[in-house]
């Protein structure tokens, strides 16, 4: 599938852009080096053809992108793929409203982020991390009503947007759990997430960089939007970015980081070539 069309303008300016620096310095080699006449029709060919090849590597580079680097408001942003483990600073786990860490396919899953981290990430016993968030200080606000009728993980509910900073990293109430205990958040739910989400960060970030996965791309249900894609949900994060008001001071960026299962998905030059992203 290709994400760019052989003719996408924006492919077609950046060819323009290469070829014009071409032609003016092979207009003044010719000035000084006499061609003869009986290879001026290969050399031409060999000019068009190597201009077709150019083309083509400028189009396949297009769909291929993988990573890039835009302005937002003044804050530096980097969209790549990668591995968000890996990157420096600050890294934001989305968990549910409760901060369950109940990796047994059920509450979470042992394939999502949230659980990678647990079962792969954290250094101590899970014991540990409940304890740290049972006695992390919260705003009385972000604390919601106990759920004692749930039957399995913990029953204390916080506010979607909240976020616990443990070491390194961001742990943020991301999800809403049904009766079932499956994941889902409505579009004005994920809306104020988001809001919640960067004023959160905004207080905690230290002036360090933050990484974030895109929000809603795994196993969470948006509800009232099952065919909402990886790349529509990258640019309501940046929307929502750009008119909260979380703005990261030089060196510090944020970095939202995508599963290479992913990139085929969403259009890095269509987000490179918008303004703020969106």
Not at 20 to 44: N, Q
Not at 246 to 273: C, G
Request: hydrophobic share 45%; proline share 2%.
């Amino acid at each position: 599938m290709t994400k760019v069309s052989l003719f996408d303008r924006r492919v077609i300016d950046s060819f323009l852009k290469i070829t014009s620096g071409i032609s003016a310095t092979l207009s003044l080699v010719v000035l000084f080096v006499d061609i003869p006449e009986e290879c001026k029709a290969t050399y031409g060919w060999i000019f068009i053809g190597a201009l077709l090849v150019i083309y083509l590597i400028i189009w396949v580079w297009s769909n291929n992108l993988n990573k890039i680097d835009i302005d937002v408001e003044g804050s530096e942003v980097t969209i790549k793929v990668g591995d968000i483990f890996l990157e420096p600073g600050l890294k934001v786990i989305a968990f549910n409203e409760y901060f369950d860490t109940q990796v047994d396919n059920k509450i979470i899953a042992e394939s999502s982020l949230n659980g990678i981290f647990i079962k792969n990430h954290l250094d101590v016993p899970i014991e540990e991390l409940d304890r740290y968030i049972d006695d992390y200080a919260f705003d009385a606000s972000e604390k919601l009503e106990s759920n004692i009728e749930r039957k399995s993980g913990k029953k204390v509910r916080h506010q979607i947007g909240t976020v616990c900073v443990y070491e390194n990293y961001l742990l943020a109430a991301f999800t809403k759990f049904d009766e079932s205990n499956k994941a889902e958040i409505t579009m004005p739910e994920y809306l104020e997430f988001l809001i919640n989400f960067w004023d959160k960060v905004n207080n905690v970030y230290a002036q360090q960089s933050v990484s974030t996965p895109i929000f809603g791309s795994g196993i969470t249900r948006i509800k009232g939007h099952k065919t909402i894609s990886d790349e529509d949900l990258l640019k309501i994060m940046l929307w929502t970015f750009r008119i909260s008001e979380m703005r990261f001071k030089y060196p510090a960026r944020l970095t939202i980081v995508i599963y290479k299962d992913k990139i085929k998905q969403i259009n890095l030059l269509d987000i490179k070539s918008a303004r703020n992203g969106v």
